[in-house]
């Protein structure tokens, strides 16, 4: 995948040296994109159970930096990127067959671009998915069960609300109908699933990228 003629790896926290490991086989890394509460998290858990592939969404790293460190601390950022920088490398080192992603990425910001260019040369064949719903589906979802059980940091629901609304307003969370963002990429795919269930987004994400079922993981 390429989209940058040329990449700024100082901008995305990755340290790739080519030489590292030249026998390193690639894997597939499905990126779930979108606003948060979109459901990045529970298509992902959907779609590790009928691929095999291994969900590692961004509050596995947001979360454990946030026991040592505050967002404003200067130490906060760079343990975030460094964690994902050794799961991302030490992954392709192991058994697994692939990794899903999930990232709220703000497409006016080509810290997002750069970060999967880097991805892929580190060896992973990237597949962009963006997920979009109706502000009223992420409200609701915002204050889901399972949401709230498994991201600590949004317990606090006016307050991940009110975060909601004012990343809607100041970033592009999402591309527009006559966006060309999937052409700057090999594999992407959109999906609004304002009202798809998480095993309905993830079995299209399987047929548009032609991946195996396995039986269990």
């Known amino acids: 995948m390429t989209v940058r003629k040329s990449i700024d790896v100082s901008d995305t926290g990755l340290h790739i040296n080519p030489t590292d490991q030249p ?26 159970k009928i691929t095999g592939y291994r969900l590692f969404h961004n509050h596995m790293s947001i979360d454990l930096a946030l026991n040592f460190f505050g967002y404003e601390d200067e130490a906060y950022r760079p343990m975030v990127e460094g964690i994902r920088e050794v799961v991302f490398k030490q992954f392709l080192n192991g058994n697994g067959k692939g990794l899903i ?28 998915v963006e997920l979009k719903a109706t502000i009223s589906a992420l409200v609701v979802r915002n204050r889901s069960e399972k949401r709230l059980a498994e991201k600590p940091t949004k317990v606090n629901v006016v307050a ?15 591309t527009n109908w006559n966006d060309a963002l999937h052409k700057r990429f090999e594999k992407y795919l959109y999906i609004n699933n304002t009202h798809m269930a998480p ?12 991946f195996e079922v396995v039986d269990e993981i």
């Open 23 to 48: 026998n390193r086989v690639e894997k597939d890394l499905v990126v779930i994109f979108g606003p948060p509460a979109v459901g990045k998290m529970t298509v992902g858990r959907a779609l590790e």
């Open 101 to 128: 992603f999930t990232f709220v990425w703000d497409l006016e910001d080509d810290y997002g671009f750069n970060y999967f260019d880097c991805l892929a040369e580190l060896g992973y064949r990237v597949h962009l």
């Open 160 to 174: 991940s609300e009110k975060n909601l609304m004012d990343w809607m307003s100041s970033k592009k969370l999402n």
């Open 199 to 210: 095993e309905a987004t993830a079995a299209t994400i399987m047929d548009k990228f032609d």
